[in-house]
């Protein structure tokens, strides 16, 4: 029997999360504890890239949002040489990774042959820091290329063709939009490039020495990939760009070897010339695997500076909103996903404008406004929002008559601004009232038997009880709220057994029976609805859902960018 007892003993196993906002690391030893973690803040470990939030806004170019490129690599050895004090490289016998989706790195041409020789005197950004044909690197937060998606639309048949070929309609921060864009703004580029890495597999690329593949999961947010044969479609590609799939490689399964840690890392930071770097893959794929979420009905909700919804299925459906991936940990299934932009930094700037910035007053306004918010519905768009794709705004309306349970028969008025407190409550309710109503359009189960929620903002109990209260479900919480490094962590030592094993073997058959002797167990935060009272604030939540919606549908007709 394959398991944990498998793994060797004094072993330990890396995980990386190149992140937004940050890179993090988490280590699990063969019991698959955590023995060590550690963060590099781009802005403020890094601040001579002046970032906000770790990423530029191109202040002439409207919802052009990328990052550096080279400061995900001085990020990476800083955080290193801060492990380094905490663990002894030479034990880890398997590092893995996740990055943020969608954001892509342009190698250019003759960069491989730098990757390959990389000198060990030196470091990582004096060597690669002219090996990109662009130094900007778009991110996940970009919304400049609505033009491209209805190209790419247009040239396979429509949204819902493109949806069902690739798990997804085209998404202004999906990386084949990004990539006609540089092809029809920056054509020099576009021929100067040698190799597109999304930054999944760009880390991993520096790891091993040598371009490493996209992997099938991050790979699908990509508006690329076939979801059902996983491979690029030859019928996509040529409506994104000339010669692109040369430029993108090959795929390869997330749970598959990428390489062997290249001499580089051997002798600079002296870890074992035999440990496996396995493929990297997207936040939100390994936060799946992080959360071990493995039953259909459970759905994890992430908090972070995107917030997402999230669950498993068995079959691929995809549809006009909303998307469907490859599950990392489960090759003939399939994980289903919603995004928001507007997550944490919203959040944050109406805690600075509302709440005195500080979260302990934010969170004592969630406590003093009672459930509800009187009916008053708040849609807060820092940034242009992916779902709904309505633009940079805020709108504010009082839902009356809650007396009837019809949602037809209740009455809305915009107002332009709320009481502090009820600003506060109205931008959680609201998100999470957005995330019902979604998930269970998109087909999610309704209620879930269960929530796992992770992320910055899951440590905050006001928003897990608003959580519960508007799913009608227990909402369980885990030990670690950056759960993708843990996933990553997890992930390399599910890609060793399965190269040991000589090919793919259940991830959960490294935790079954043991879970909550591990770092993976989730606990319960919150309790499902249960009396009488909560019930009746649940289906008053219902209408509230149904409501919102119909405002929302309104406002993308009249403003949407669809």
């Known amino acids: 029997?394959?398991?944990?007892?498998?793994?060797?003993?004094?072993?330990?196993?890396?995980?990386?999360?190149?992140?937004?906002?940050?890179?993090?690391?988490?280590?699990?030893?063969?019991?698959?504890?955590?023995?060590?973690?550690?963060?590099?803040?781009?802005?403020?470990?890094?601040?001579?890239?002046?970032?906000?939030?770790?990423?530029?806004?191109?202040?002439?170019?409207?919802?052009?949002?990328?990052?550096?490129?080279?400061?995900?690599?001085?990020?990476?050895?800083?955080?290193?040489?801060?492990?380094?004090?905490?663990?002894?490289?030479?034990?880890?016998?398997?590092?893995?990774?996740?990055?943020?989706?969608?954001?892509?790195?342009?190698?250019?041409?003759?960069?491989?042959?730098?990757?390959?020789?990389?000198?060990?005197?030196?470091?990582?950004?004096?060597?690669?820091?002219?090996?990109?044909?662009?130094?900007?690197?778009?991110?996940?937060?970009?919304?400049?290329?609505?033009?491209?998606?209805?190209?790419?639309?247009?040239?396979?048949?429509?949204?819902?063709?493109?949806?069902?070929?690739?798990?997804?309609?085209?998404?202004?921060?999906?990386?084949?939009?990004?990539i006609r864009k540089i092809?029809?703004?920056?054509?020099?580029?576009?021929?100067?490039?040698?190799?597109?890495?999304?930054?999944?597999?760009?880390?991993?690329?520096?790891?091993?020495?040598?371009?490493?593949?996209?992997?099938?999961?991050?790979?699908?947010?990509?508006?690329?990939?076939?979801?059902?044969?996983?491979?690029?479609?030859?019928?996509?590609?040529?409506?994104?760009?000339?010669?692109?799939?040369?430029?993108?490689?090959?795929?390869?399964?997330?749970?598959?070897?990428?390489?062997?840690?290249?001499?580089?890392?051997?002798?600079?930071?002296?870890?074992?010339?035999?440990?496996?770097?396995?493929?990297?893959?997207?936040?939100?794929?390994?936060?799946?695997?992080?959360?071990?979420?493995?039953?259909?009905?459970?759905?994890?909700?992430?908090?972070?500076?995107?917030?997402?919804?999230?669950?498993?299925?068995?079959?691929?459906?995809?549809?006009?909103?909303?998307?469907?991936?490859?599950?990392?940990?489960?090759?003939?299934?399939y994980m289903v996903m919603l995004c928001y932009k507007n997550g944490s930094l919203t959040r944050e700037d109406m805690r600075n404008q509302c709440a005195e910035k500080s979260w302990d007053v934010f969170n004592n306004y969630l406590e003093k406004t009672p459930p509800l918010n009187g009916g008053k519905l708040g849609f807060y768009y820092k940034d242009h929002e992916i779902l709904p794709p309505l633009p940079v705004g805020f709108h504010r309306y009082i839902v009356e008559n809650f007396s009837d349970s019809s949602p037809d028969n209740l009455t809305v008025r915009e107002v332009q601004e709320f009481d502090s407190p009820s600003e506060v409550r109205a931008i959680v309710e609201g998100q999470m009232l957005s995330m019902r109503g979604h998930a269970e359009r998109f087909g999610m189960p309704n209620p879930p038997k269960r929530i796992i929620a992770t992320g910055g903002a899951s440590s905050n109990e006001s928003i897990l009880k608003s959580i519960a209260q508007i799913f009608g479900c227990p909402v369980f919480t885990v030990e670690r709220p950056d759960s993708a490094s843990l996933g990553a962590a997890l992930r390399a030592a599910h890609g060793w057994m399965c190269n040991k094993e000589g090919g793919f073997v259940p991830i959960s058959c490294m935790y079954m029976g043991n879970l909550e002797k591990t770092s993976l167990g989730a606990k319960l935060a919150v309790q499902a609805p249960a009396d009488s009272e909560d019930m009746e604030l649940l289906k008053k939540y219902t209408l509230l859902m149904k409501k919102r919606m119909e405002i929302e549908r309104r406002l993308v007709e009249k403003i949407g960018r669809v």
């Open 1 to 178: 029997m394959v398991g944990r007892s498998s793994l060797p003993d004094g072993a330990l196993f890396l995980g990386f999360d190149s992140s937004t906002q940050s890179v993090k690391a988490t280590v699990l030893n063969n019991d698959l504890i955590i023995v060590a973690s550690e963060t590099v803040n781009f802005d403020s470990d890094l601040p001579h890239y002046k970032t906000e939030g770790g990423v530029y806004r191109d202040p002439t170019d409207d919802g052009r949002i990328f990052s550096p490129t080279i400061m995900w690599v001085e990020a990476l050895e800083l955080l290193l040489e801060k492990l380094k004090l905490k663990i002894d490289f030479s034990k880890v016998v398997a590092v893995s990774g996740s990055g943020q989706q969608h954001g892509s790195v342009y190698w250019k041409k003759g960069s491989q042959a730098v990757l390959s020789s990389l000198d060990p005197s030196k470091s990582l950004v004096s060597q690669l820091k002219d090996a990109f044909s662009t130094m900007d690197s778009p991110i996940w937060m970009d919304s400049s290329t609505t033009k491209q998606c209805r190209e790419i639309e247009n040239a396979v048949g429509g949204a819902l063709e493109l949806s069902k070929l690739t798990g997804s309609r085209a998404y202004e921060r999906f990386t084949g939009p990004q």
């Open 183 to 333: 092809y029809q703004t920056a054509p020099h580029i576009y021929e100067n490039t040698e190799r597109i890495s999304l930054v999944s597999s760009f880390m991993a690329s520096i790891l091993v020495g040598c371009y490493a593949s996209i992997d099938e999961t991050d790979g699908a947010g990509m508006n690329l990939m076939d979801i059902n044969k996983r491979t690029w479609s030859k019928t996509v590609l040529e409506a994104t760009a000339p010669g692109l799939e040369q430029k993108l490689g090959n795929l390869a399964p997330a749970y598959a070897v990428a390489g062997r840690i290249s001499p580089y890392f051997v002798e600079r930071h002296q870890f074992d010339k035999n440990c496996l770097a396995i493929q990297w893959s997207g936040d939100n794929p390994n936060s799946l695997a992080g959360l071990t979420l493995n039953t259909p009905g459970d759905l994890a909700i992430s908090l972070g500076t995107s917030d997402t919804v999230f669950g498993i299925t068995a079959e691929a459906k995809p549809s006009l909103e909303g998307h469907v991936f490859p599950n990392p940990v489960e090759p003939d299934g």
